[in-house]
């Protein structure tokens, strides 16, 4: 079935790099995306990837694609405080009349 | 504008009410989609139009109504909800029904 699959948490001081990993399931998918959520607000696009793309990268965000292993991650390089937040890596099936496909999210913690 | 706008922000209703959450945006995206959010979960759909046509509920319970009355508003209406429909309720808009989401900030719901 579909699935996509996240550490539930992370924790980080503050100017180290942080990793987010995910996997998911369905080789079909065309986009694959984070998003950012912050306490009580909605969901922010981060960045996306193309899935004929092994890297992106947008300033202090890397996104990495391993194609065969259905596996994701996003590197924030000078990792800050205001980065605490949720993070949701997404699918995007590859067919007219689906919807994104999240993980359970990753929670950043960055200290001081 | 890149805005996805979602009013009320804030909605607190009785179980016998009757109440309306109201989406909008100027972006030219033709799907607009529903999420259900419950504290730090991922977002659930609910529902999506594309080109002003229901094209997926996600087995919704009649008590949510939804309605997109033209391409740049959608609607969700309340009737005789229960107290654990209390969430964020995300408004999300998209390109076609296979381009990337924007998501408004959300409607917090409280059923009490």
């Known amino acids: 079935g579909e699935d996509v699959e996240q550490s539930l948490f992370l924790s980080v001081r503050e100017g180290d790099s942080s990793v987010i990993n995910c996997t998911y399931t369905?080789?079909?998918?065309?986009?694959l995306y984070w998003y950012k959520q912050e306490p009580g607000a909605g969901l922010q696009l981060l960045t996306y990837i193309f899935s004929n793309m092994d890297m992106k990268q947008d300033q202090r965000l890397t996104v990495l694609l391993n194609k065969k292993d259905k596996h994701l991650s996003l590197r924030i390089a000078d990792t800050q405080t205001g980065d605490s937040a949720i993070y949701f890596c997404a699918e995007r099936p590859n067919q007219a009349g689906t919807a994104l496909i999240f993980g359970k999210g990753t929670t950043l913690s960055v200290s001081s | 504008d890149t805005e996805v706008t979602q009013t009320p922000k804030h909605l607190v209703m009785g179980m016998t009410n009757k109440k309306s959450l109201k989406c909008e945006q100027h972006?030219?995206?033709?799907?607009m989609y529903w999420y259900k959010q419950k504290a730090k979960k991922p977002p659930e759909l609910m529902f999506v139009y594309s080109y002003e046509k229901l094209s997926i509920n996600e087995s919704v319970p009649s008590r949510f109504s939804p309605e997109c009355p033209n391409s740049s508003l959608l609607n969700l209406h309340l009737h005789a909800l229960q107290p654990e429909d209390s969430a964020l309720y995300l408004c999300?808009?998209?390109?076609?029904?296979?381009?990337?989401?924007?998501f408004g900030e959300g409607s917090r719901l409280t059923v009490l």
């Open positions: 369905d080789s079909s998918s065309t986009y």
């Open positions: 999300a808009s998209s390109q076609d029904s296979l381009g990337e989401l924007f």
């Open positions: 972006m030219g995206h033709r799907a």
